[in-house]
């Protein structure tokens, strides 16, 4: 319990080298806090595609959502982070799942003060296919 907890801190600062080290003692790649948030979902906020792709090859649970419904991807639309929102588009998720407010990725790019039409048409292409 303790290194997941270590695992999330060092996801949030951005910190690789101690991602991979908990990684290897074994802390749970799909982690979450007390808010329900999981590494992927900070992951993804902070735009760190290292990491983000490292939690993926370690089988991170992509589909996790926080106490307010919102997905790794939910979180990536939201910070308007386009390459890790490709990144999680390249590994399947979901683009269909909602949060608790109803809204997809996409309605929250969308839904952004400044929009971003690239990250806008990835969601949007990826919900179409």
């Known amino acids: 319990m303790a290194a997941d907890a270590r695992l999330i801190d060092a996801v949030i600062y ?5 991602v991979e080290e908990l990684l290897e003692q074994g802390a749970n790649p799909s982690a979450t806090d ?18 983000i792709q490292l939690l993926l090859n370690k089988k991170a649970d992509a589909t996790i959502a926080d106490k307010w419904g919102n997905t790794p991807l939910h979180e990536a639309a939201s ?11 390249a590994a399947g998720v979901d683009t269909s799942a909602t949060n608790k407010a109803g809204e997809t990725a996409l309605d929250v790019a969308r839904s952004r003060k400044k929009r971003i039409p690239a990250l806008e048409a990835a969601l949007s292409a990826q919900s179409a296919s």
């Open 79 to 89: 910070a308007g982070e386009l390459a890790a929102a490709q990144l999680l588009l």
């Open 14 to 18: 951005k910190d690789l080298r101690a």
């Open 34 to 51: 007390k808010f329900h948030c999981c590494t992927l979902s900070w992951a993804a906020r902070g735009g760190k595609l290292d990491v």
